[in-house]
T-cell receptor, first 112, second 113 residues
Framework: QQQVKQSPQSLIVQKGGISIINCAYENTAFDYFPWYQQFPGKGPALLIAIRPDVSEKKEGRFTISFNKSAKQFSLHIMDSQPGDSATYFCAAGIQGAQKLVFGQGTRLTINP | EPEVTQTPSHQVTQMGQEVILRCVPISNHLYFYWYRQILGQKVEFLVSFYNNEISEKSEIFDDQFSVERPDGSNFTLKIRSTKLEDSAMYFC???????????FGPGTRLTVL
């Protein structure tokens, strides 16, 4: 119930392409869905987050799509760049509780 | 830009020894967290702390673990008697309010030999 399932585990995309990472959850009490970007040896950095009152949120080249009925959300990176190569984690949280439940992570490689 | 800082960056210890990991959260934040990440695995919640007390903890956070805010700036995680399986990257995070926008520090890599 508390799990967040993330796919794929790894992804290789050509420069300029679209990277898509998907997450699914079971617990309908989750109401906050952030995405974190992590470079080797660094801590996760908040990239973008969404709440279930909207179906999409866009910040620059990064877009979260949210499907409440399917209990799924995804990260789209448009015009992917080599500097986007990192591990991406989706997470879910419940307002009023503090912990975030993380997905397994996706290692994204953008080939030049 | 304000950031969460952690010291040390790498700690090596012998099994059974006590370790203290230190964090300085973002100065006006009120909620503090510890997470850990075993190499190659996902980030796991350990504990959250607010108003000088633990507000939530996971099943990982057993009696061997404790947290403290000894002064107005530091937030510490103590492991009393380290085990081999405690080897992981430990991340401190903080948030201004309870609405989940947590900012992570760079982590402390703990190696238990």
């Amino acid at each position: 119930q508390q799990q967040v399932k993330q796919s794929p585990q790894s992804l290789i995309v050509q420069k300029g392409g679209i990277s898509i990472i998907n997450c699914a959850y079971e617990n309908t009490a989750f109401d906050y869905f952030p995405w974190y970007q992590q470079f080797p040896g660094k801590g996760p950095a908040l990239l973008i987050a969404i709440r279930p009152d909207v179906s999409e949120k866009k910040e620059g080249r990064f877009t979260i799509s949210f499907n409440k009925s399917a209990k799924q959300f995804s990260l789209h990176i448009m015009d992917s760049q080599p500097g986007d190569s990192a591990t991406y984690f989706c997470a879910a949280g419940i307002q009023g509780a503090q912990k975030l439940v993380f997905g397994q992570g996706t290692r994204l490689t953008i080939n030049p | 830009e304000p950031e969460v800082t952690q010291t040390p960056s790498h700690q090596v210890t012998q099994m059974g020894q006590e370790v203290i990991l230190r964090c300085v959260p973002i100065s006006n934040h009120l909620y503090f967290y510890w997470y850990r990440q075993i190499l190659g695995q996902k980030v796991e919640f350990l504990v959250s702390f607010y108003n000088n007390e633990i507000s939530e903890k996971s099943e990982i956070f057993d009696d061997q673990f404790s947290v403290e805010r000894p002064d107005g700036s530091n937030f510490t995680l103590k492991i009393r008697s380290t085990k081999l399986e405690d080897s992981a990257m430990y991340f401190c995070a903080s948030s201004l309010i309870r609405e989940n926008e947590q900012f992570f520090g760079p982590g402390t890599r703990l190696t238990v030999l």
